[in-house]
């Protein structure tokens, strides 16, 4: 049983709950612990039992979801929800201001206002006299479904505006606005992970799970998803409402609701195109999907004279980001041989651009997950480009299917050398192990000579492949006994880049020590695990005669890597690689035992731009000599950025990351001690 209260006393309790909600849920700011909370809504629900009668709609106990409908009800809103004009490139939004300007001179002394575009879906919350009475998708911009309680159970909704008391703000009657219903790229991944441990079906991407979870018609399940909202615009209001769009965000916030706090205001076009520059670089620092900015007119009066294009007002553009993901036809799926033997299905894909480039292959990661998403060959596939990630297949689109796709079955034999594929237990990999299948010698072939190990300028994967297939070549070694008569052989082969070719490989006998060591492809040995190795071991023979405990005392090497190393070593076919290279003198100098310094101490750093003193490769040494890493890409590891002439994002990346960022001087002047 409850104790005694009054109505009065129950509409405070509400209030109060309302107003924790919106700490803990909008402000991120609690002030009391989940239990006391747990313990008012307790109460709260005690005196609901007693007094049915006394229940409203903004009620915090609704927010558990309600009783299952049968489907959603049409409503009409009350004024259009209009959509927005896209632009794809800055100059497309210089073009549209001075559209505006010929429309309207005042444009020309207005201000704007910068908002990310939230990758969500639209949604219309309306408030009668302060409480939340309604929410409607957007539908066709005049009517959409009444999802009222689904929206309830989303925390960040406030069910009574302003949330706290505030004797200077009085809410209108009648108020409704507008936002964006959306869910965090981490609440996606794992919701994704429990729903494919149930068994249960994935959402493809996080705004195809925020349809999903807001259009189910048992709310008890939407309350079940970590659901957020950002707000951004008084669709009808009967009261007095602010004049621009910077202070109708304060306005929205004042009230409660949770409103964007990345929001810039530009006093001029000119501001207007170097922040819309600056965004388009900073797309990934928003916790959730971003797909473009939106620029509107500050003066919302003026914005509202100048009409609207179909669906679309003048006053406001997105500039969209290059899409990441685009759906196309999965044409056939093929099978790569890997470096180790490792056997990869890839997409053969209908060509498609995206994010400005064509992709035609995307992997597919390995065969379970293409049983477990159940793609076929013919559906139409989902895929995502995002930065330098290779493109990748996200799903296939089910609502798509003909009825013509056919099932994948994985190749029993390697494709390359028909050897029976083989299974590790534990591993989900499928592998040829045959040590002279000539997909593996390729792969290694073309990582021996690349950029980062041996670095032979002329041998790309084509005439890698010529050699090995002509039989030239049956292991790396075999390069260094290349001559030209051989090369000639081949197609596309004239005297003159025959000659380059076996100058090139002569040279490359004299490469560093690390570089050989990253040649060689051993599993976990990189570039920056092949400097540390070597400042440790200065040659081959004393790195193959160490064991596993004398290697795991090296920092950053695990049990794996150690592992991998003596098993490397102790294999016949790689020791007599070992012999043949050093039989057709390829001996490395040794920077490892030439260590000019230990000044940089470990320290992790990454280059980036041109730097006036150095070649690219030159930097790295020095680095390195004196006793710091180097590594390719900006992370929380890092502890410095080398910058030089034409710095990329990496720049911006450190920033971010609060990375301290050095010129050349500074390096010199640290390796020097000061
Ligand atoms: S303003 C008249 N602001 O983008 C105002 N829309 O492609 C029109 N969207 O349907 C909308 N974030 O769902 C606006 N900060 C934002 C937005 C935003 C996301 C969505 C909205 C709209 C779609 C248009």
Redesign the pocket.
Known sequence: MGEYMTFEEYRQLCQEINRHNYLYHVLDAPVISDGEFDRMLARLREIEKDHPDWISTDSPSRRAGSPPSDKFNKVNHPTPV???ANAFSVSEVRAWYERLLRLDERVKDAGFVL????DGL?VVLSYRDGSFVGGAT?GDGETGEDITSNIRTIKQVPLRVPVAADASLQPPSSLVVRG?VFILIRDFEALNQRLSENGEKTYLNPRNTAAGSLRQLDSSITASRPLMLLV??VLASDGQVPATQWQTLEYLRRLGFPVTDTAEYCAGIDEVIAGCERWLQQRDRFPFEVDGV?IKLNDLALAEELGVVGKD?RG?L?LKYPAREVTTSLKDIGVNVGRTGVLTPYAILEPVEVGGVMVKQATLHNYDFIAEKDIRIGDRVLIKRAGDVIPYVIGPVIDARTGSERAFTPPDACPACGQKAEHFEGEVAWYCVNASCPAQLVRNLEHFVSRPAMDIEGLGIKIVEQLATAGLVKDVADLFTLKKEDLLKLEGFAEKKAENLVQAIDQARLQPLPRLLNALGIRGVGEVMAADLTAVYPDLESLGAATVEELQAIEGVGPNIAGAIVDWFSQPANRQVLAKLQAAGVTPRQVGAARASNALNGATFVVTGTLPGFTRDGVREFIQSNGGKVTDSVSSKTDFLVVGENPGSKLEKARALGVKVLDENSLRRLVQGE
């Open positions: 209009l959509s927005l908002e990310p575009k939230i639209t957007r964006e951004y615009q939106v007002p406001a997105a």
